[in-house]
């Protein structure tokens, strides 16, 4: 069949695992939220978070049996783990895991990250938490969103358009506000909506370091425990 077929075959594949590993990690995010309070979105504003993070990239039925999984009585206890490594080429690395097994998933994220290079350390002060939300509209919109946002008392750092996404980074604490704004604005089909890590500054790495850091990143994404990586490289 030849060469091509291969490669196509290799990417179909790639694509099926890439695909496998967010189900996985929608699923195990979804399914301790719901049991960490009432498995209803309407009354528990972490499983609505979840929900809201992985409704562009799971099906529904992934969404609702991770729900129906809690409600049942399921006794699986996933543990959060952060792990904080200092990446190739000086670069930072954040790593959450959510398993059922903190020594498995410490020596996995662990092995990934010194094969390549990195090595743990204290980074977390080079990132803060800000909630992000990204939303197709052009820039002439942009003045109307920011007054919107201010006069519902919304604390957001940072509003910008490029290629006809907007990206609004507000304060944790005023996320759901943020969100709320919008949606009055009539924007609701978010591309990103998210608290999470964001790095103080970015950097470009060499080419050899930069190959290293996509090889760990790939790596990471394959590993059944991990569930988020943050990171400060922009050529990754």
């Known amino acids: 069949m030849g060469r091509h077929f291969e490669v196509r075959a290799a990417a179909m594949a790639a694509t099926a695992k890439a695909k496998s590993a967010i189900y996985m990690r929608a699923s195990k995010e979804i399914y301790a939220a719901a049991k960490k309070g009432v498995p209803d979105p309407a009354s528990n504003l972490a499983l609505r978070s979840a929900i809201e993070k992985y409704r562009k990239t799971c ?47 410490l020596v996995g994220v662990k092995t990934i990250v010194t094969k390549k290079g990195g090595k743990m350390g204290s ?5 803060e938490r800000a909630g992000l939300i990204d939303f197709a509209a052009t820039e002439d919109k942009l003045e109307a969103i920011e007054e919107a946002l201010i006069m519902a008392d919304v604390d957001f750092s940072d509003a910008s358009c490029e290629d006809g996404i907007v ?19 009539g924007y609701e089909d978010f591309e990103r909506a998210e608290v999470t890590l964001v790095p103080n500054d970015w950097i470009v790495l060499a080419d050899d370091d930069a190959q290293r850091m996509r090889d760990m990143l790939a790596m990471l994404d394959e590993n059944e425990d991990v569930q988020n990586v943050y990171h400060n490289v922009d050529n990754a």
Do not use: C, H
């Not at 980074?123 to 990132?127: G, S």
């Not at 304060?171 to 704004?181: G, H, N, R, T």
């Open 167 to 185: 990206e609004i980074k507000t304060a944790p604490e005023s996320f759901d506000a943020a969100k709320d704004a919008l949606k009055e604005l």
């Open 59 to 105: 099906p529904r039925d992934v969404i609702d049996r991770a729900i129906e999984k809690a409600k049942g009585g399921d006794a699986t206890a996933y543990i959060e783990g952060r792990y904080e490594f200092y990446g190739p080429g000086g670069s930072f690395l954040i790593v959450d895991t959510l398993s059922d097994n903190v020594n498995r998933a």
């Open 123 to 127: 980074v977390a002060y080079n990132f």
